[in-house]
């Protein structure tokens, strides 16, 4: 079965430090997600990204978030002066249409800010 | 009111048993509804999805959707210690694609 990869599978960064989470989605999917789970809480919204351009964020995607999709393959989550309280697990996902299909998730990127 | 609500449990059940997972949601215009299985540390692995009222079936999983009671549920035949994980339901609200998540439910399956 076709996956969506998630790299680094780990990332450890200083308080205030800018990181860059990326993704390569299944390759003929057209919707792309940012999902966090921070340790023993549910799965959250953060994004999601279609047609080149962000189609839905929740209120916790402020300012110090962004997304991009670089090339034809990457999609990437940056994360500007990280705080303490982003420490969580990232998930990106992505799906071939928008409503009802199947959403295949990536194995995450757990953040640790220091 | 939690968009997406379902009981933390956890919910313990032998070996060979049915588990009884339960979920309701508040968006009363939810298409599309779905329950994923999560392990320790790892990522959300889809199980079952259902659009319509009434029963699906697959394998040893059964999905029951009732929308004019906004509930779904999810129902494990036999079973075994290796279903031992966090099961999430997953509404798609009616305008807009993303998914909500519960909470989910821990299952602890005792050999």
């Known amino acids: 079965e076709p996956e969506v990869t998630q790299t680094p599978s780990h990332q450890v960064t200083q308080m205030g430090q800018e990181v860059i989470l990326r993704c390569v989605p299944i390759?003929?999917?057209?919707?792309f997600y940012w999902y966090r789970q921070i340790l023993g809480q549910k799965v959250e919204f953060l994004v999601s990204?279609?047609?080149?351009?962000?189609?839905?964020k929740s209120e916790i995607f402020d300012d110090q978030f962004s997304v991009e999709r670089p090339d034809g393959s990457n999609f990437t989550l940056k994360i500007r002066s990280t705080k303490l309280e982003d420490s969580a697990m990232y998930f990106c996902?992505?799906?071939?249409?928008?409503?009802?299909?199947?959403?295949?998730f990536g194995s995450g990127t757990q953040l640790s800010v220091l | 009111q939690k968009e997406v609500e379902q009981n933390s449990g956890p919910l313990s059940v032998p070996e060979g048993a049915i588990a009884s997972l339960n979920c309701t949601y508040s968006d009363r215009g939810s298409q599309s509804f779905f329950w994923y299985r999560q392990y320790s540390g790892k990522s959300p692995e889809l199980i079952m999805s259902?659009?319509?009222?009434g029963d699906k079936e697959d394998g040893r999983f059964t999905a029951q959707l009732n929308k004019a009671s906004q509930y779904v549920s999810l129902l494990i035949r036999d079973s075994q210690p290796s279903d031992s994980a966090t099961y999430l339901c997953?509404?798609?609200?009616?305008?807009?694609?993303?998914?909500?998540f519960g909470a989910g439910t821990i299952l602890r399956v005792k050999s």
């Open positions: 996902a992505s799906r071939k249409t928008g409503l009802g299909e199947k959403l295949f």
């Open positions: 259902i659009y319509s009222n």
């Open positions: 990204f279609y047609n080149n351009e962000i189609s839905e």
């Open positions: 997953a509404v798609n609200r009616e305008y807009g694609n993303k998914l909500v």
């Open positions: 390759s003929n999917h057209l919707y």
